[in-house]
C-alpha cells in the first residue's frame, strides 16, 4: 500500500501557520478571514427542532426520515425550481466535503478514469480523484461559454465533470446558457456531471441557478446531480447536514453502497435539517449580515488598492493587488488580517487572495479599520 503523502497533496492550511501568528500578534487581536466557517448562531427554531429529536437511540436510516425526503423533495422544488421530484431523487449526506471526497470511489472510479473540475477549485475535488486513485484534469469555466469552446473539452476517459456555481474561491456564476452548455455535453459524451451548488442561495450581483431547473435540464434529471449544503445558508456547519439531488439512478447506486459504508445523517440532525428547510425567514436574515460584512470589506480593500474580480456570489471576495498571493497574505498578515492565499486553489490563483466574510461584526469592523 502507498503511503498517505503518495495519494494525496500537502494540507494547504499548515503553511499558512507562521503567517497567522504574525496576525495573532496585533495589539487588536487577529481577524481570521481566511477560512469560510459560520459564525453567527445556529436559528433557534433549528436549535429546538435537535433538542426535540435527542432521544434518539435507534441507528437513523441512510436514506433518511420520510419528513426529512419531503423536505428536500419540497425544498428543491420551490428553491431550484426543480420539477417531478420523488424521494428517489434526493439523498442526506454528512456534509458536502464528506460527499466530495468519496464520490469518485463511491461511483467505483479508478485508474484510468478521468476526473474534471475547475482550474480554482475547492481542494477536495483533486482529492477525491486521488483517493480513487483515478486522474484528474482541470478545465477554464470559460470553455462553457461558447459551443465553439465546449467542443474542445475533451471527454477521453472522463467519467465525473464537476461544476461550481457560485465558485468557491472566486464567487463565478455559471450563466443559464453555460449551464445548459455543461449538461449538453456531459449528456453527449456519457459523462457524469455533479454541480456543487452549495453556496446558490447567497448570490449577490448575480442569481445563480441550479442544473436541475428545467430550463436547464429540461426537465429531465438524467445524468445530472446537484450538491447542496445547510452550512452556510443555516449556520450549521457544525452539524454536518448536505444532500444531493438529482438522477434516481445515481442516487439509488450510492444509497446502497452507503448502506453498506454507514454513512447516515444522525436522527436530530435529520430533524434539524427538516425545521430549516421549511423556514426562509433565517435565510433571508443571514443573507443581511453577509450582505453588510461584504460590503464593508469590499471597500475597504478596494480603498486599499486591491481589485475584485468576480465575487458576484458566494462567501468571499477575490482579491488582487497585482503581486504573489503570499507577498499579500504578509502584507494583511502585518495589519492583523488573515485571509488565504489564491493558489490553495490552483495555480492560476497565484497573484489572487480569498477573503471570508465570515467573521463577526465586531472582528469585520476591526479589519476595515485597519485597512482605510
Known sequence: MSAVSDRLPTFPW???????????????????????????????????????????????????????????????????????????????????????????????????????????????????????????????????????????????????????????PTGRVLALDELQRAVAWAREHGVLLVSDECYLELGWEADPVSVLHPDVCGGSHEGIVAVHSLSKRSNLAGYRAAFIAGDPAVLGDLLQIRKHGGMMTSAPTQAAVVAALGDDQHVREQRERYAARRTALREALVKHGFRIEHSEASLYLWATRGESCWDTVGHLAGLGVLVAPGDFYGPAGERFVRVALTATDERVAAAVARLT
Not at 422544488?77 to 454528512?94: I, S
Not at 469555466?141 to 465546449?150: E, Q, T
Request: charged share 20%; aromatic share 8%; net charge negative.
Open 14 to 168: 499548515d503553511k499558512l501557520e507562521p503567517y497567522k501568528a504574525t496576525a495573532a500578534a496585533h495589539p487588536g487581536g487577529i481577524v481570521d478571514l481566511s477560512v469560510g466557517t459560520p459564525v453567527d448562531p445556529v436559528p433557534e427554531l433549528i436549535q429546538k427542532a435537535l433538542v426535540a429529536a435527542a432521544d434518539s437511540p435507534g441507528y437513523p436510516t441512510v436514506w433518511g426520515t420520510p419528513e426529512l425526503r419531503d423536505a428536500l423533495t419540497g425544498w428543491c422544488e420551490r428553491r431550484l425550481g426543480a420539477t417531478g421530484f420523488t424521494h428517489r431523487n434526493v439523498l442526506p449526506v454528512v456534509g458536502s466535503k464528506e460527499l466530495v471526497a468519496w464520490l469518485p470511489t463511491q461511483l467505483g472510479l479508478g485508474p484510468g478514469d478521468v476526473v474534471a473540475h475547475p482550474r480554482l477549485a475547492y481542494p477536495t475535488y483533486e482529492v477525491g480523484a486521488r483517493l480513487a486513485r483515478a486522474e484528474y484534469v482541470t478545465y477554464d469555466p470559460d470553455v462553457f461559454a461558447s459551443d465553439a469552446a465546449v467542443a474542445e473539452l475533451d471527454p477521453a476517459g472522463m467519467k465525473l465533470l464537476w461544476l461550481n456555481s457560485p465558485s468557491n
